[in-house]
């Protein structure tokens, strides 16, 4: 918690470029190999795993972590943060993206919906805060410590901005957690994705709002520019903010470097089709407000300023400033930047710092099964306006996998990435080969270089998603996000994962350890 200084020493020694709670050592010059049996596609309901891997399921949803609280639904995005330093013991942040009502209080109605189960709705989205200690080589909940909290659809969160944002001073709750990220001084970034499911939209201050999917604003009419924003929270109070100079999208995710003069480059992507990928650059150190941010222009290879003031276009369309952060899809749209296919997750290789982007799919292109995208910063540098894009990997039935989402990099080099097949195209063509979502490994060196190797396979209607390695490397924490999410009714459920037999299925955090994630990081 008191590394403030981003590590970046270039060679076959230490390298470390996202920010992390702690440093990770990402050593190339040993070319031990290391064979992988993965598994195969599956559409069983169960967590299958390949060889020299096991797992311990951690925390449930409607579990309680505290004489009140109880964790939320939907697990997504994983951040597990050391206390005193520690190795085997810390806060984890996780994510709560949407509410599942059948699972809630069973009115799948958005026009029937109470107050009290849309209240319930609410409660159940954000995040949560959960003690966990490392026992005998098992992970546990600590309950009722002062640690554990909540942070909901309920909670008042200012805004980090000098201005109002539609005559308020301040957002009630966080929804549609997806992704996210860390800061230098040790607090979490939570990203606000599909906000307009729960308070419909406003794509410019002169449309008229849209409806939303939940029915939120049936009871709570609030503005639908208060969501859509990267969030802050502090891990140890739950005290949050949300941060409006990174403007309002669909974010999946926040990724931040720290430049030598502490300050700041985070990359976050716009989760939708054909939208955009951004980067913020602070003027200030460690700051999250001042500085400007940029929509990329991939075909071009450049970054495009996000700014009235340096923009006659923006300035003809928009009063100040705020609004064209406010209105972030006009504004790129304006610029020309470049409309990709579903921008989610980021991650900076560790070893040549590069930008890796998962682009998910473009359906209505009839772009099926997505890629990861490679965005290589001119002389390497993250301030840098220009840089060269190309393919990472491709998705597809060769390669063995469609749709990437999250990913992780291991101390290694190794990247992880989970798979995002919607649970209405699982098992159905084009994805059929597929089978259910899964987690991948892409080694970074041996036989196996350069492909992605299934290591997992999710149960039903499930994905696989928020991948965070413990300081030690030796335990990947994993989402198990919204098994039976296409459940009829409970007497029609899909999945009864993780309890089995007629259980209602419960999304969870799980614990994977075990040989494989050893040796392909040269770990004993």
Not at 57 to 85: A, H, M, T
Not at 221 to 238: I, L, N, Q, S
Not at 403 to 413: A, H, I, L, S, T
Request: proline share 5%; aromatic share 10%.
């Amino acid at each position: 918690m008191e590394r403030r200084k981003f590590i970046n020493l270039l060679g076959h020694g230490t390298v470390a470029v996202t920010l992390l709670p702690y440093a990770v050592s990402c050593t190339t010059n040993e070319k031990k190999s290391v064979k992988i049996q993965g598994v195969p596609a599956s559409a069983s309901d169960d967590l299958l795993l390949a060889d020299g891997l096991s797992y311990q399921k951690l925390i449930s949803y409607g579990e309680l972590i505290n004489e009140v609280d109880s964790f939320g639904i939907n697990n997504d995005f994983l951040c597990f943060i050391p206390l005193d330093n520690k190795t085997d013991e810390g806060l984890l942040w996780v994510n709560h993206e949407f509410p599942s009502p059948l699972f809630l209080h069973g009115n799948t109605n958005a026009e029937t919906k109470t107050k009290e189960e849309v209240e319930k709705e609410m409660y159940n989205v954000g995040g949560s805060i959960v003690h966990i200690k490392e026992v005998d080589g098992s992970w546990q909940v600590q309950q009722n410590t002062e640690w554990n909290k909540r942070v909901t659809g309920l909670t008042a969160i200012p805004f980090n901005w000098d201005e109002p944002i539609k005559d308020a001073k301040e957002g009630i709750g966080t929804l549609g957690n997806c992704a996210g990220g860390y800061t230098p001084w040790g607090t979490v970034l939570t990203c606000e994705e599909n906000y307009q499911d729960c308070y419909g939209d406003r794509l410019s201050s002169e449309t008229e709002i849209s409806e939303s999917y939940y029915g939120w604003e049936k009871h709570y009419p609030y503005a639908p520019e208060h969501y859509g924003w990267v969030v802050e929270v502090d891990p140890k109070t739950g005290e949050a903010q949300k941060h409006i100079a990174l403007g309002r999208c669909a974010h999946e995710c926040a990724t931040v470097v720290q430049l030598d003069d502490e300050r700041l480059v985070v990359y976050t992507g716009d989760d939708k089709n054909d939208e955009c990928l951004y980067k913020f650059i602070s003027s200030e150190p460690n700051s999250l407000k001042e500085g400007t941010l940029y929509v990329a222009n991939v075909e071009e290879g450049k970054w495009i300023p996000i700014d009235i003031e340096q923009s006659p276009k923006l300035k003809e369309k928009f009063s100040n400033q705020t609004d064209a952060l406010v209105y972030l899809r006009e504004s790129s749209d304006l610029l020309g930047g470049s409309k990709l296919a579903r921008p989610e997750d980021i991650e900076i290789d560790p070893v040549d710092k590069s930008v890796l982007v998962s682009l998910t799919n473009n359906i209505p292109k009839e772009n099926f099964y997505g890629e990861i995208l490679k965005v290589e910063e001119t002389d390497q540098n993250h301030e840098s306006l220009t840089f060269k894009a190309s393919t990472y990997i491709a998705g597809g039935e060769e390669e063995g996998f469609a749709c990437p989402d999250n990913m992780v990099f291991d101390r290694k080099g190794n990247l992880w990435f989970t798979s995002d097949i919607s649970g209405s195209n699982m098992n159905k063509p084009p994805y059929e080969k597929f089978k259910n979502n899964g987690l991948f490994l892409v080694l970074r060196e041996g036989k196996q270089k350069g492909k992605a190797i299934q290591v997992a396979s999710a149960p039903v209607d499930a994905e696989l998603t928020g991948p965070w390695f413990s300081p030690d490397c030796k335990t990947l924490f994993l989402s198990v996000q919204h098994p039976g999410s296409k459940s009829k009714s409970l007497d029609q459920l899909t999945s009864n994962w993780p309890d089995g037999g007629n259980s209602v299925p419960k999304s969870s955090v799980i614990c994977l350890k075990g040989d494989l994630i050893n040796k392909v990081q040269g770990l004993t």
